[in-house]
C-alpha cells in the first residue's frame, strides 16, 4: 500500500507546476528541482500542461505511470505470469533495450521519435519493473504439480 501511495505522489509530482498553476519559470518550481538528478527534463521532449512542461520527460512519465499501472495489475500480472511463464527479467531488460534503439536510432537519424512513442515505450518499461514484484506478492500454487493434502505429485515432498 505505501509503495502505491508514494507511486501517486510521483506521477502527480511529474505533472509538474502547469498542474498546480504556478508562475514562476518551470526551472525554478520545486518539481523540477525533485526530479533534476532523475531526467533531463528538456522542454521539447515534455508534455506542457497550463503553458508549462511537465517536470519529466514523455519517456520517464511513461515509466512512472506505468509502474503506477502495473502496480494496480499485480494481482492480474501474477497469474498471468504463472499461466503463461513470463521471465520477468527478460521482459524488463527487452523494454530497456527497446528504449535504448529508440534512443540513438532517433541519435542517428533513422527514425524521429515522437512524445508519444517515448510515452508508449516508458510504458513498457514501467509496466515490466512492476512485474518483477508480481512473484513477491502473490504465490500462486502449480495445479499440475500439487496434488492432496499438499502433497506434490512429482516428488511426493509436502508442498
Known amino acids: 500500500m505505501l509503495v502505491l501511495v508514494l507511486m501517486m505522489g510521483v506521477v502527480v509530482v511529474a505533472w509538474g507546476g502547469g498542474l498546480f498553476g504556478q508562475t514562476e519559470p518551470w526551472f525554478l518550481q520545486w518539481q523540477h528541482q525533485a526530479f533534476a538528478g532523475l531526467c533531463h527534463q528538456l522542454p521539447e521532449r515534455s508534455f506542457w500542461i497550463g503553458g508549462q512542461p511537465m517536470a519529466v520527460c514523455s519517456r520517464c512519465f ?3 505511470t506505468g509502474f503506477l499501472l502495473g502496480w494496480f495489475l499485480l494481482p492480474s500480472m501474477a497469474l498471468i505470469k504463472q499461466e503463461a511463464y513470463l521471465p520477468s527479467k527478460k521482459i524488463l531488460l527487452a523494454a530497456v533495450i527497446l528504449n535504448f534503439a529508440d534512443v540513438f536510432g532517433n541519435l542517428l ?3 524521429q521519435n515522437t512524445l508519444v512513442s517515448r510515452l508508449i515505450l516508458g510504458w513498457f ?3 515490466s519493473a512492476a512485474l518483477l514484484f508480481s512473484g513477491a506478492f502473490f504465490i500462486i500454487k502449480n495445479k499440475q504439480t500439487e496434488g492432496y493434502y499438499g502433497r506434490n505429485r512429482s516428488t511426493g ?3
Open 125 to 127: 518499461v514501467g509496466i
Open 109 to 111: 537519424g533513422f527514425w
Open 157 to 159: 515432498a509436502r508442498g
Open 62 to 64: 511513461g515509466i512512472y
